[in-house]
């Protein structure tokens, strides 16, 4: 049970940019005590700083790539040691993938960063988690994901499947956690179509970010943000929300015996306990 009496701490992955540091700064403001993870030490000094002018407090930083699985358990060994609880988890780091790339971990990167990574924090953190927010996204309609074989994508690459694949992999691994995890409240959610540093190594997505009509990164997080702090009797545990309103994802993203099957792959793929 999230303890009311005391600030909440907020801990935020991908809180450098777009939708994860519009959500510290709302949070931030309406009086929790943020936590910033990020990947690049220059863009999440300048979050902090943002958080700061917002709020008036400074939030702590902690840097992890998840990219590398064992900045993931470094950096989850880091946050056991400065909190004895998380009250909220937001799992808002994600990448899109332009080109084919294996990790170090030997994983599709985009599969590691946006799913193995996350599962992997919350698998070590979850006796500290009070609830777990995940960024997800319409895009699991094009998601083609085999627990067999996480690195699926990696044949005939396209950007877009492996990114659909690694959303459709947070919407199952959502619900699979609340199933297994029945005393911490979770929850995904699609944030619209947002203007983001995503594929910003593209010309053509660079061009395409100025010219549509994305919503801001403050208009993506608001969902985020009332996901964290709706009272849970109102919210479904599992559930996959759009703008503040369940929704149901498709079939191949709702699938119970998928979302377990998944959850076994992933705990061998990261050497956790499943």
Known sequence: MEDLTERRIVVVTGASSGIGLAAAVDLATRGDQVVLVGRDPARLQAAGDRVREASGERPELFRADFAVLDDVRRLAEKLRAAYDRIDVLANNAGAIVLQPVTTVDGFELSIQANHLAPFLLSNLLRDRIGRMVVTASGAHRSGVLDPADLNATLRDFRAYRAYGTSKQANILFTAEAARRWPDVPAYSFHPGVVRTRFGADSPLVSLGMRLLPFRSPEKGAETL??????????????????????????????????????????????????
């Open 225 to 274: 943000v009332w996901l964290a702090n709706q009272d849970p009797s109102r919210l479904t545990s599992g559930g996959y929300y759009y703008d503040r309103r369940p929704r149901r994802p498709l079939a191949k993203a709702r699938d119970p015996q998928l979302a377990a099957r998944l959850w076994t792959a992933s705990a061998q793929a990261v050497g956790v306990d499943a």
